[in-house]
Structures are given as C-alpha cells and as structure tokens.
C-alpha cells in the first residue's frame, strides 16, 4: 500500500474500493478475457425461471400439505377439549392468523410503520399450532415422541414456506429502498463480537444500510491507525489532534477522508458568515442611505407645494381686493357725479343762468373724467396683481418641474445604486471563483500552511490594487489565517516579495 505525505503532513490512506461480500469468498481474477455468448444469458434466465416456478408451485404444496395436516390435527385436539362445532374454525384461526400478521407485518415495513409486535405475535401463533399438533398425537407425549413429532412436524412446513415468501419480499423491499445488506454478519459476530458490536451500534444511529461500506470504513480506519502510528514513531513526535480527528469521528460513523475534511469544512463556513454578516450591514447601509434620500425628496417636494400655494392663495386675494377696490371707487365717482349734476341742474333751473349750468356741467365732465382715471389706475393695479398671481403660478410650476427632476434623479440614484450592488456581487463571486482556484492549485502543488498563507496575503493585497502592503491592515490578516500579528506582518512581507516576484493568482 503506497502512503502518500501530503502538505498538511497527514497521511493519505487509499481506501479499498470495495469490502469482501458477507460470505468471505475471494473473487477469482483470470488472466484470460471473458466471453460470454449469447446463449448463457438465455440460458441462465430459463433456469431462474423454472427454479422460481418450482418454488413457487413447491412452496404452495408444502403449505398446502402442512395447513392440510395440521387441521386435521387441530380439530382432533378442540374435539377432545369438548370445542364442539368451533373445532372446525380453531385451525383457521390459529393458522390463518399466522399468514395475515405476517402479511399485515410485511405492508407496515413497505409503508415505512414498522412493528416489532405484529411478528411476535405471528411467532408466538407458530409455536402453538407445533405444540398443538404434538398435543394432537394419540397417547401422552412422553410416551410416543416419534408420534408427537410427526403430528408437530407439518405445521412446519406450512411455516417454513409462509417464512420463505416473507424474507423474499423483504429482500425485494430492501433492494427497491436501497439498503444492500441486513446488517452484520453471523459469523462476524462469532468471530469478532466486540467490532461487530461497535461496527452494528455506528449503522444503526448514523444509517449506514451497506455492510461492505462498512467493512470499508473500518478498513480504512484501521490502516490508517497503523499508518499514523508508524509515521509519528519514525520521526519521534506525538500525532496532533488534526491527524487523530479521524479516529476521534469514526464512532460518528465518518470516513477518514470525511473527518481529515471537517476542519477546512469548519473554516469555510466561518469566512462565508463573515461575508454574509458583511453583506447584510451593506445593504442595511444602503437602504438607510436610501431611506434618508427619499425622506429628503418628500421633504423637498413638500416645501415647493406649500410655497406654490402660498402665492396662489396671495395672488387671488390681490385680485379679489383690486377687483374689490375699482368696483367701490367707480360706484363712489358716479354716485358723486350723478349727485353733483342733479344739484347744477337744480341750481340752473332755479336761477335761470343756463351760461353758468353750462359751465358747471362741463365742471362735472371733467371730474367724471377725473372718476374714470382714477378707475383706470385702479384697473391697472389689478392687472399688476393678476400679473403678480402669474408669477406665482409660474415659480409653483418651476417648484413642480424641480420636484420632478428630484424624483428622476431619485430613480437614477437607485438605479446607480442597484448597478453598484451588482458589480460588488459579480466582484465577490470573481474573488471567490479566484480564491478557489488558487486553493486548488495549492493543493496540487502541496504547499505548507506558511506559503499557502503568504499567498492569501498576496491575493488580498493584489485585491486593492497590488501597490501598497499598507492598505491590508495586519489585523485583518491575522483574522483572516488565524495567527498572531507579528506572524501576519511577517506573511505581509513574503506576500509582497511574491507579488515583486510576479505571483499572479
């Protein structure tokens, strides 16, 4: 057997490809290349054919011929113990119930329901209808043996033959599930109790339902013992707890290779819940950042609202009260120019001077002219104030427009956001393809613990850009592999003398 020292400095036992079959015949190898014709298989099939046809047709005769003997058997014995008319239905309870348990036993294990009772039951009925059958022969027991023999033989073969089809459909049930054995060995246990015990307690708690696979793991458990012991003896030094793990796991029903991998297994598992801690606090930062970006762009659009009704509201009241203010000034001026026409009028009529209520008439035209002026000036206040209200809808509609672009950048920044998040993910999958990789080619060149970590360290500074060793905090390194940090500014220095050697992962 060729025992390989890999870089770790465990020994790599071969396991055996297979285990030798329950019945410990060798496997005869020949030198000469088999051919088989085409008429050994024809051949082969019609001989398994009539075998099981002959046992089938058999097995239904010796059931027939054992139900048939013990019968009569049993209903002498209820004719003798006064059964009367249920003598006849005793056997067929007795032996039919043997037949239905065991059937009734057969579908709870293909249902997956197993229990142990039904079959205890069916056994307990089988060695009655025996003691019943030798009770059945004529005189007592002790005095005619060979009598109570014969009469306790042929429910034997009714149960021998019921047994037989059971175990066969057992058997057919065991290889449809996948289970290729029974379990240990009977002469296993008589040759080697204390490891068969130990070998049935593992594939009963940890499922192992092959008994070659489990010779296999012993096998490989066990050289690889002898292999460490001889290895640790040869260079005087006691084995590390990594190279007796496997013999520590096997009573978990691991192999060699499967606890020598737990370690590596334990340590990927705690980078992935690093970076998976990681990830949650950056996006857990990006969705607060993204919470206060959209707080502020409701905050903004808020304002600009407010501020747009604010002068809509100020420029209608403008024009209410200009509208308001040029209504009352024109209704004051014509009110006083009627007033002062009717008072001329009057004047002129009394004193009979048409001259002078001619002249205060046109005194009257000029101040109506002076009213119209004045309701001019109040108009065109108002359109000053409706001019004023279209500034005001003008600035709302910019303050609209501003809240739009708001929300557009908005969406540009999730969307910007989103676009990081995926790069970040394709950059990480990138690292770890990268990682894995190297992790490979290690293993394939066997490097020790030290260069493999001085190259993790290079492939963390090659990650920031390569330049500068200072941007990888020694902190980081020493979780990163696990050491102190004057062993991590030592791994920093050869990573840097790598990546100046040209080390690209």
């Not at 956001?417 to 393809?433: H, M, S």
Request: neutral net charge; proline residues 4%.
């Amino acid at each position: 057997m060729n025992i390989t020292k890999p870089l770790n400095g465990l020994p790599v036992i071969p396991v055996p490809a297979a285990a030798p079959a329950a019945s410990g015949t060798p496997a005869r190898v020949s030198d000469a290349p088999a051919t088989v014709s085409g008429a050994a298989p024809k051949e082969a099939a019609r001989t398994l054919r009539f075998l099981t046809a002959l046992a089938i047709v058999g097995g239904v005769v010796l059931a027939a011929i054992g139900f048939t003997g013990s019968y009569s058997g049993l209903v002498k014995l209820g004719e003798q113990h006064h059964f009367g008319w249920f003598a006849h239905v005793f056997p067929v309870g007795i032996d039919a119930g043997i037949v239905v348990l065991l059937a009734l036993d057969l579908h709870m294990i293909r249902k997956r329901t197993p229990w142990p009772l039904v079959r205890v039951i069916a056994h307990f009925l089988t060695v009655c209808t025996i003691v019943f059958n030798a009770a059945a022969a004529p005189g007592p027991v002790r005095d005619d043996i060979v009598g109570a023999a014969m009469h306790g033989v042929l429910p034997v073969l009714f149960i021998a033959a019921v047994e037989a089809a059971r175990r066969l459909l057992i058997k057919a049930a065991r290889i449809e599930a996948g289970i290729e054995s029974d379990g240990v060995p009977l002469h296993r246990w008589v040759l080697a109790p204390i490891s068969s015990w130990a070998m049935f307690r593992r594939m009963k708690l940890y499922g192992l339902t092959s008994y070659t696979q489990a010779v296999a793991l012993e096998q490989s458990r066990v050289v690889y013992g002898q292999m460490l012991k001889q290895q640790t003896t040869k260079e005087k030094r006691k084995a590390t707890p990594a190279e007796l793990l496997p013999l520590t796991m096997a009573r978990f029903g691991l192999s060699v290779d499967e606890a020598l991998a737990l370690p590596q297994e334990a340590e990927e598992a705690a980078r992935l819940r690093v970076e998976q801690e990681a990830q949650r606090k950056a996006d857990a930062e990006s969705r607060a950042v993204q919470r206060a970006k959209q707080a502020e762009i409701e905050r903004l659009r808020t304002e600009g609202e407010i501020e747009a009704a604010r002068h809509a509201v100020a420029a209608q009241t403008g024009v209410a009260a200009a509208e308001s203010k040029a209504s009352r000034a024109e209704a004051e001026a014509l009110a006083a120019a009627r007033t002062e026409a009717a008072a001329k009028g009057a004047a002129a009529i009394e004193s009979a001077e048409e001259a002078d209520a001619n002249k205060r008439a046109a005194e009257a035209d000029r101040a109506a002219a002076e009213t119209r002026r004045r309701a001019a000036e109040v108009n065109r206040a108002a359109a000053e104030a409706e001019k004023a209200a279209a500034e005001a809808r003008r600035i709302a509609a910019e303050d609209r427009k501003a809240a739009a672009e708001a929300d557009r950048l908005s969406e540009t920044a999730s969307k910007d956001a989103a676009e990081a998040k995926r790069r970040a993910a394709e950059t990480r999958a990138a690292a770890a393809e990268t990682e894995l990789r190297a992790v490979e080619a290690e293993d394939q060149a066997r490097l020790t613990p030290k260069e493999r970590g001085a190259r993790k360290v290079a492939r963390m500074i090659l990650a920031t850009g390569g330049r500068d060793a200072e941007q990888v905090e020694l902190t980081a390194i020493a979780d990163a592999l696990g050491v102190s940090v004057t062993t991590a500014s030592e791994r920093r220095r050869e990573a840097m003398e790598l990546i100046g050697g040209g080390y690209q992962p």
